[in-house]
């Protein structure tokens, strides 16, 4: 009896693999096969957008794994027509839940260091220098202001486009005139975003 449950799961096992396999493989061409982002107008934008791709690539085949074991189970055993009584019961799995914890230990483990620390470390490398233009926005209801700090140029934007030099550090000094509301200062192919706060003044390179 053992060696015919053994023989089940084992068959189980490889099916719901080669499952998980083909949907991994579908997945992660579907995926890099995407633009979903366009061009990115800034060195930190195109470390994010790698950091993005890597954890997308990483994360399919732990959401297919999920997917394939969960419908598996609920189609390959789910219960009979007309049958009341309890399935026999069936002990953990020890090398299924060790495999799981392993696995999923080291890959938390490695997005921590990268894209995690070394993205902080690439985003907030050029905390120290000294810009090559600085830009003061500040956030009103419905709009923008920015001012060309040491240029005699100040925009009021609600419909125009911020203009920036290209191959240059710029840092933006953001904060907010309404005392009542949070603004979100986010340039889409920057890749980044700051809330614009009342009375604090926060920065963005």
């Known amino acids: 009896m053992a060696g015919k449950s053994e023989g089940v799961l084992n068959r189980d096992t490889l099916t719901a ?23 990115a ?55 299924w839940v060790g495999f799981w914890l392993v696995w999923s230990t080291i890959l938390c483990l490695a997005v921590i ?8 470390l690439e985003l907030r490398a050029t905390a120290n220098d000294e810009p090559d233009l600085t830009v003061n926005v500040t956030g009103r209801r419905w709009q923008w202001v920015y001012e060309y700090e ?7 934007l609600k419909d125009q486009m911020l203009v920036l030099p290209n191959d240059s550090l710029i840092r933006f000094n953001i904060t907010s005139e309404d005392q009542d509301v949070i603004h ?3 340039i889409p192919a920057f890749r980044m975003k700051i809330d614009a706060v009342p009375g604090l003044m926060t920065t963005m390179d």
Request: aromatic share 12%.
């Open 113 to 120: 260091v990268h894209p995690g620390y070394t993205g902080l």
């Open 184 to 186: 979100s200062f986010w």
């Open 17 to 39: 693999g080669a499952i998980w396999v083909l949907l991994t493989i579908v997945g992660e061409l579907a995926f890099l096969s995407l633009d979903i982002f366009g061009d």
């Open 150 to 156: 040491g240029r005699d140029v100040k925009l009021l």
């Open 41 to 95: 107008a800034s060195e930190q934008g195109t470390f994010i957008d790698d950091a993005f791709i890597l954890l997308v690539v990483l994360g399919i085949p732990v959401f297919t794994l999920v997917i394939t074991i969960i419908g598996y189970v609920v189609l390959k055993f789910r219960a009979k027509p007309g049958k009341l009584e309890d399935a026999e019961p069936v002990r953990t799995h020890r090398k």
